[in-house]
């Protein structure tokens, strides 16, 4: 469906050559969600502006439904440019229009009659759930709702691919939540390709099968997301991971911890679970093996395709020798265990 071939983006500022793509390489199937993720800066705007040539690549092809728009005249790629919609973090609408006419503006341009319009319009508005508000204006709508619009704006001209630019990056979790929902749904309903980017590993949890990770403008890692959750293979990688799940030591905990064991302190570890950790329970073994008590303090264990993985921060009460002893069995269940410190 699309093709991403060899592109490169380079952007020349002030003399300096700044790569903001470097060889990406992309197949995204028809009626798939596919996520890219990045850091700031990584060079995640461009690859989505290259993908409808709001940015022509240095070089590369970019090909949709086997035809390739870098190739294409002016006139051709407003033609084609059509196919693909898209959306934005701060949802691009226009305040003086009411959420009807924002909707009917892509319909207006390509010269479509008033009652089409009127039908189509009001078909999309109920796809949306925002039927209720066809002659209210942006300024008196939540953040969803804006977004919401701005969907059903760009579903105006039946593409055949959505493109999403941070789309839920400037909304609550909850309504985050809801617009994944919505183009969760249209993916389904309208069999829609759906290419989002975001810098939030929650999102592509959430809602994609497929993710890329760039970091600097270059690909990272890419594959089925349960795959990439289960088995990161770069550290950029597993610090998404994580940053889903966000363990963090209590406050009161921190202010007991020691960097070196003293008499009666004991462990603080934080345990990685992956897809590599072996299925087995291993907390009330090591418990029973080693006559350890295990006192959890928090824990954040997920299930994404297939896969258990998680973080578990936990305090180990026994003796210094059967706490290594511990450790060392977690290890050999590749159970990834750091020593944080001793709790006084
Ligand atoms: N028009 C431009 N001129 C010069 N440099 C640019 C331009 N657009 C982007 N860049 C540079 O290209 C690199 C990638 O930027 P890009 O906006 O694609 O990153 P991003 O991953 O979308 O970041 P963010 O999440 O902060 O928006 C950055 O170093 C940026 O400074």
Known sequence: MIQIKKVNKVFYQAGRAIHALSNINLSIEQGSIFGVIGSSGAGKSTLIRCVNLLERPSSGNIILDGVDLTQLSTQELTLTRRKIGMIFQHFNLLSSRTV???????????????????????????????????????????????QRVAIARALASDPLVLLCDEATSSLDPATTQSILELLRKINRELNLTILLITHEMAVVKGICAQVAIIGDGKMVEQGLVGDIFAHPKTELARQFIRSTLDLTIPADY??????????????????????????????????????????IISSNMDYVGGVKFGLMLAEFFGTEEAALKAIAFLKEHNVEVEVLGYVI
Request: cysteine-free.
């Open 100 to 146: 009807f006419d924002n909707v009917a503006l892509p319909l207006e341009l390509a010269a479509v009659n008033k009652n089409k319009i009127k039908d189509k319009v009001n078909g999309l508005l109920e796809l949306v759930g925002l039927t209720d508000k066809r002659d209210t204006y942006p300024a008196n709508l939540s953040g969803g709702q804006k």
């Open 254 to 295: 921190s202010a007991r911890l020691l960097t070196s064991r003293v008499e009666n302190s004991f462990p603080l570890v934080r345990l990685e679970f992956t897809g590599a950790s072996v299925d087995t329970p291993v907390i009330s073994q090591l418990a029973r093996q080693f006559n350890i008590d295990i006192s």
